[in-house]
């Protein structure tokens, strides 16, 4: 069965950093895509970073580029996303998603 546990949410203030991590179980995880996901209340969940299986390419969208970054450690089925400089705009339930299955989520609050 595919489970994936996000962790490392919490409350930062803007300017500040924070670093999620996804970890994998039930599949083999470095043979997929992972991809990290966030969403609030009444908006569409977007997707935010993906990290593929070949040479670890990587994508982000417009919003988070040269801010976050994705990375994987397949020895440990864990992938992570390294937030800095993070703005109230990015607060958010973020998820992780591989295999078409999401983690929980965790929460991430961006306040002052």
């Known amino acids: 069965q595919v489970h994936l546990v996000e962790s490392g949410g919490g409350l930062v203030q803007p300017g500040g950093s924070l670093r999620l991590s996804c970890t994998g179980s039930g599949f083999t995880f470095s043979s997929y895509v992972v991809h990290w996901y966030r969403q609030t209340s009444g908006k569409e969940r977007e997707r935010v970073a993906s990290?593929?299986?070949?040479?670890?390419?990587?994508n982000y969208v417009d919003s988070v580029k040269g801010r976050f970054t994705i990375s994987r450690d397949n020895a440990k089925n864990t992938a992570y996303l390294q937030m800095n400089n993070l703005k109230s705009e990015d607060s958010a339930v973020y998820y992780c998603k591989a295999v078409g299955v999401y983690g929980q989520g965790t929460q991430v609050t961006v306040s002052s």
């Open positions: 990290i593929d299986t070949v040479n670890d390419n990587t």
